[in-house]
Antibody, heavy 120, light 111 residues
C-alpha cells in the first residue's frame, strides 16, 4: 500500500525559500510510469497544481509559479522535494504531495498535507 | 479565479441525488477525457473519486458517477449520505503548458 509522508518547516519568513519533502513508502518512486507532484490550497481557496516530475528528472511546472519552483527527486531515499523561492504571504497554504498519472489530471495517492505559513 | 468553474455550494437531503457541474473550455474539458473529481474533507487529504470522466477507483461507492458533455463535466452523487458532506473539486488535463487545472470547489451540504 503506497504511502506518502510529507516533512518540512511550517513557518517561513517572507522572501525566503519554502522547502518540503515527500517520502514514498510501500513502493518505489522509480517504478511504474508515474509522475510525482505537488498541489497547494491557500486558506479559503481551491486547489492549485504546482508542478510534477518523473523519477528520471523530467519536470513540468505551473507557468504561474515556474520562475520560483524547483521540484527534484532523490531515488536513493525514495523522496521528492519542492522548493519555492521568494515567498510572500500569498504562498501561505496547505501543500500536498501526490502521485500523478502521466498525461492526466489523476492524483491517486496523497500526502497528509503540510500547512506552511509565510510570516515574519 | 480558478480555470474550471464550479458552483460554490449544493445542498440536498439524505437519499436525494445531486449533480455538480464543472465548466471549462475546448482547450481542457472540451477536448480531453482526462477529468477527475476529488472529495475533500477539511483537514484530510483529497480523495480521488472519479478519473477519466467516468471511471471509479477501486473502493469508491457506485453512488458516485461522472459524465461530460461539451465543455462541461458533471459529478452525480445518488442516495446522498451524511458522510458525503465535503468539498468536491474537479480537475482536467489541458494539453498546454498549464498541464493541470482545478475547479474552485463545491461545498456539498447534506441537510
Amino acid at each position: 500500500h503506497l504511502q506518502l509522508q510529507q516533512s518540512g518547516p511550517g513557518l517561513v519568513k517572507p522572501s525566503e525559500t519554502l522547502s518540503l519533502t515527500c517520502t514514498v513508502s510501500g513502493g518505489s518512486i522509480s517504478s511504474g510510469n508515474y509522475y510525482w507532484g505537488w498541489i497547494r490550497q491557500p486558506p479559503g481557496k481551491g486547489l492549485e497544481w504546482i508542478g510534477s516530475l518523473f523519477y528520471s528528472g523530467g519536470t513540468f511546472y505551473n507557468p504561474s509559479l515556474e520562475s520560483r519552483i524547483t521540484i527534484s527527486v532523490d531515488t536513493s531515499k525514495n523522496q521528492f522535494s519542492l522548493k519555492l523561492t521568494s515567498v510572500t504571504a500569498a504562498d501561505t497554504a496547505v501543500y500536498y504531495c501526490a502521485r500523478h498519472a502521466p498525461v492526466s489530471a489523476l492524483f491517486d495517492y496523497w500526502g497528509q498535507g503540510s500547512l506552511v505559513t509565510v510570516s515574519s | 479565479q480558478s480555470a474550471l468553474t464550479q458552483p460554490a455550494s449544493v445542498s440536498a437531503s439524505p437519499g436525494q441525488s445531486i449533480s455538480i457541474s464543472c465548466t471549462g473550455t475546448r482547450t481542457d474539458v472540451g477536448t480531453y477525457d482526462y477529468v477527475s473529481w476529488y472529495q475533500h474533507h477539511p483537514g484530510k487529504a483529497p480523495k480521488l473519486m472519479i478519473y477519466e470522466v467516468t471511471n471509479r477507483p477501486s473502493g469508491v461507492s457506485d453512488r458516485f458517477s461522472g459524465s461530460k458533455s461539451g465543455n462541461t463535466a458533471s459529478l452525480t452523487i445518488s442516495g446522498l449520505q451524511a458522510e458525503d458532506e465535503a468539498d468536491y473539486y474537479c480537475s482536467s488535463y489541458t494539453g498546454s503548458s498549464t498541464h493541470v487545472v482545478f475547479g474552485g470547489g463545491t461545498k456539498v451540504t447534506v441537510l
